[in-house]
């Protein structure tokens, strides 16, 4: 299976990995905030709180992937596809949010702690528990290595999966023990889970946003394998970043000997630059040695 072949294909499990768990989310969690209402649980509200915005999060990715389908137009010539990015940032914050606000309610119910239902919320989290790894499954048969909405997506899934585990722990010890503190307790410990994903995702996607180098190639490694080309002399204004997630890009400049072949060079140059690094988006300038760069000096470095 060819590259592109295989980025169709990633593209549509994507898809239907979030459309489903994105339905699988949406149905539980109308159950799940009238359990905590009834139970009183902030470890079971607060897993309703992160199921709603999973809900959101799962919607938010969906749209983004079927936003970057649009086609590339004049004014937006690249498309649509960094709009998944954006997604993926605005999930990540969303986490954050999340987890500051289940410190605040956790701080007010460790001080005063409220009569919990115990039998009512662990049987709801236990659902809950099996409706996320469900969830989680479904979007583990997605591209969530390479593709960073889907991996935002995930580890919504995973922090409302550990709140269930989370919330099942108190229920059982308020139960056993009349241990009120767990639920506040087990919340924070969630909300520390939560908020360490959400920095993740937040960093990862600023990183893209910001035109950063992709962590799985380094500038000086394929500077050295372009220099390594025969006739090459010289390579600069070497820049690599990523439109989207899969989607590497890289510009640069290659100074020639005077009397070398530039088309020879050049597919020489992308074939290195797609087989060995995985760029189809590349732009190369090739000069000849005498020429030089046509710009300012300055600018050739």
Not at 182 to 196: K, N, Q, T, Y
Request: hydrophobic share 45%; proline share 2%; aromatic share 8%.
């Amino acid at each position: 299976m060819g590259h592109g072949q295989s980025q169709d294909h990633h593209h549509t499990g994507n898809k239907k990995a979030l459309m489903w768990a994105f339905f699988l989310i949406a149905s539980f969690m109308i159950v799940e905030v009238i359990g905590g209402i009834l139970t009183n649980s902030l470890a079971l509200l607060s897993d309703a709180g992160h199921m709603l915005s999973d809900a959101a999060a799962l919607g938010l990715s969906f749209l983004a992937i079927k936003m970057g389908e649009k086609k590339a137009t004049n004014s937006k010539t690249f498309g649509y596809k960094r709009f998944e990015i954006i997604a993926a940032s605005i999930n990540g914050m969303t986490l954050l949010l999340i987890s500051l606000y289940i410190f605040y309610e956790a701080y007010h119910r460790i001080l005063e702690p409220p009569a919990v239902q115990s039998m009512g919320m662990l049987i709801i989290s236990s659902i809950g528990l099996l409706v996320n790894i469900a969830a989680a499954f479904i979007l583990m048969k997605g591209d969530k290595d390479h593709n960073l909405n889907v991996r935002s997506a995930f580890l919504h899934v995973l922090g409302d999966l550990l709140g269930s585990i989370g919330a099942i722990s108190a229920a059982v010890l308020i139960y056993f023990f009349g241990w009120g503190i767990a639920d506040p307790l087990a919340s924070i410990i969630v909300a520390i889970l939560i908020l360490i994903s959400g920095l993740r995702v937040v960093k990862e996607s600023f990183h893209i946003l910001m035109e950063g180098t992709p962590s799985h190639l380094n500038t000086n490694e394929i500077k050295q394998k372009l220099l390594g080309i025969s006739s090459v002399k010289d390579v600069h204004d070497l820049h690599v970043w990523t439109i989207t997630s899969g989607f590497p890009s890289l510009s640069c400049h290659l100074v020639i000997e005077h009397e070398s072949s530039h088309d020879t060079i050049l597919h020489e140059a992308q074939s290195v630059l797609h087989d060995e690094y995985g760029i189809e988006h590349s732009t190369i300038q090739v000069e000849g040695e005498r020429e030089g760069c046509p710009g300012h000096r300055e600018n050739c470095n």
